[in-house]
């Protein structure tokens, strides 16, 4: 049996903790997967995993090989890499986090333009607002959006994404339109649970205002947020890439027009530029170009 398979195997089931999670996610059975690491095991003379009827832990020797294991697979994914490029291909694959709505809105299309351009590449995108080890989770690439990027991880700017205050005509018609930034308090606020969630900023001609907001409904993505605004729930703070064709088609009104809000900042994050792998480098240059072009995305 291939052993760099088999160590893939191996990797995974120490980060699942699980074999048969591993064999769904794998597509392969659970004695297949089962056997990789009785290869392994027979191998290197050592058991690497503890097994008990409730889960799955690495032993001593386990965590020393993982740490091993995973150099030489960081390795063969970078010759495989470079390889594929002498012949104008990449191959392997790439695993990154964005926010769901960036995901949904921006991330999806880019990436199938991506692999439509390699298709030997395979991506493998997490979407969620939390934020991860990226060498703990073996992931290649974090998209993030915020003004204080992690100062451990290597930052390449994409663009700066505006926000809007949104509400739909049903809700103004309902509770009318708020004249000031101060009048936000007697409306039905939409605020993301971990941005902004009780302070909205406004500035107009040098002056800054703060106001506290009592939301009637909070969530952890702005999607849901939009969905919320749409059905006539009340009024949130969005990211234009979102609901510029909500905008458009007058699904929602932008509100307080002659007020600006904070910018946030578009940022492809990674851990080290040493030894990056050709397919995160063409795929990191690809974006930057996109985003580029892209008016949604404010370049400066």
């Known amino acids: 049996m291939d052993k760099i398979t088999a160590m893939r195997v191996f990797s995974q089931v120490a980060n699942n ?18 056997r990789c690491i009785s290869v392994l095991e027979d191998w290197l003379n050592t058991r690497l995993f503890q097994r008990t009827t409730r889960k799955v832990t690495l032993t001593a020797a386990g965590e020393q090989f993982l740490l091993r294991c995973q150099q030489i697979l960081t390795l063969t994914d970078e010759v495989e890499a470079e390889s594929a490029t002498l012949n104008s291909e990449l191959r392997g694959q790439l695993r990154l986090t964005c926010s769901a709505s960036f995901g949904y809105a921006r991330m999806a299309g880019a990436i199938a333009d991506f692999l439509a351009l390699h298709p030997k590449l395979k991506i493998d995108m997490n979407v969620g607002d939390t934020i991860v080890n990226l060498i703990e989770a073996r992931v290649d690439l974090a998209i993030r959006i915020s003004n204080n990027p992690d100062p451990m991880l290597i930052a390449r700017r994409l663009g700066s994404c505006a926000s809007v205050l949104v509400a739909s005509p049903a809700y103004l018609a309902q509770f009318g339109q708020p004249l000031s930034p101060e009048a ?23 002056e800054t205002i703060k106001v506290e907001i009592d939301a009637c409904f909070t969530a952890n993505d702005a999607t849901v947020l939009l969905c919320a605004a749409l059905a006539g729930g009340g009024m949130t703070l969005q990211p234009s890439y979102l609901v510029q064709d909500y905008l458009a088609a007058g699904q929602l009104v932008a509100l307080l027009p002659e007020w600006s809000l904070p910018e946030l900042e578009i940022n492809a ?7 990056m792998p050709v397919a995160l480098r063409a795929f990191l240059d690809f974006l930057v170009e996109r985003f580029a072009s892209k008016h949604m995305v404010k370049s400066r």
């Not at 903790?17 to 089962?34: D, I």
């Not at 007697?186 to 302070?199: D, F, N, T, V, Y």
């Not at 994050?269 to 030894?275: E, K, P």
């Open 17 to 34: 903790g699980s074999f048969s999670k591993t064999a769904e996610q794998l597509e392969m059975s659970r004695a297949m997967v089962t």
């Open 184 to 206: 936000l308090v007697k409306h039905q606020c939409l605020s993301h649970s971990i941005a902004g969630r009780q302070l909205w900023q406004f500035q107009r001609d040098g």
């Open 269 to 275: 994050l990674y851990s080290s530029r040493r030894h």
